[in-house]
C-alpha cells in the first residue's frame, strides 16, 4: 500500500469555526504547488480522502474533484483511526492520499517509520509518501518522498 499524507495548505488564523478556516493566498500556491508534484505521480486509481475542513477542500481541490470526504481525517482525529480507515498496512486501495491535519498526520508518519507515536511536523502542503510493503506477517515501511510545497 502506498500511504500519502498531504497537511493542508496555509490558512487564515481567524474563522467564524476552526473548520471554516479558508486557505490564505501562499495556501493556494503551496496547494497548487504540491498538487502539480503529486499529480505527475500518483496513480489514476488513488483513493483520496480529506478532512471535511475548508482548508482541506481547498487544498484537495487544487489536485482534483475526485476525492471523499471523511470524517476519521477531521481535526483532532487520532492517528489510530485514521491508520483503521485507510486499511494499513494491506489499504482499502493500493494508494490512499490523506489531506488532514496537524498532529494526527505527524503522528501516523512518526508511528509508521518510527515505531512509536511521537510528535512530528508535517510542514503546511507538505506532503509524505510512505509505501508499505507486506511480506508474511511483516511489514516493512519505506518512505518514497518527503515534499516540502517550496519544492514541490
Do not use: F
Amino acid at each position: 500500500m502506498n500511504l500519502i499524507l498531504w497537511r493542508h495548505a496555509e490558512a487564515e488564523d481567524v474563522a467564524s469555526t476552526d473548520l471554516a478556516r479558508q486557505l490564505t493566498g501562499r495556501g493556494r500556491k503551496q496547494a497548487q504547488a504540491a498538487a502539480k508534484w503529486l499529480r505527475a505521480r500518483l496513480p489514476d486509481d488513488a483513493l483520496i480522502l480529506a478532512s471535511p475542513a475548508a482548508r482541506t477542500v481547498q487544498t484537495v481541490e487544487a489536485l482534483t474533484d475526485q476525492y471523499r470526504i471523511e470524517k476519521t481525517v477531521a481535526p483532532g482525529a487520532s492517528a489510530n483511526e485514521l491508520l483503521n480507515t485507510v486499511g494499513w498496512p494491506d489499504g482499502i486501495a493500493e494508494t490512499v492520499v490523506v489531506v488532514g491535519h496537524q498532529p494526527t498526520l505527524g503522528l501516523v508518519a512518526s508511528l509508521l517509520v518510527g515505531g512509536q507515536a511521537a510528535h512530528w511536523t508535517i510542514k503546511k502542503g507538505g506532503v509524505w509518501w510512505i509505501e508499505g510493503q507486506t511480506c508474511k506477517s511483516d511489514t516493512r515501511v519505506l518512505i518514497r518522498a518527503v515534499i516540502c510545497p517550496d519544492l514541490a
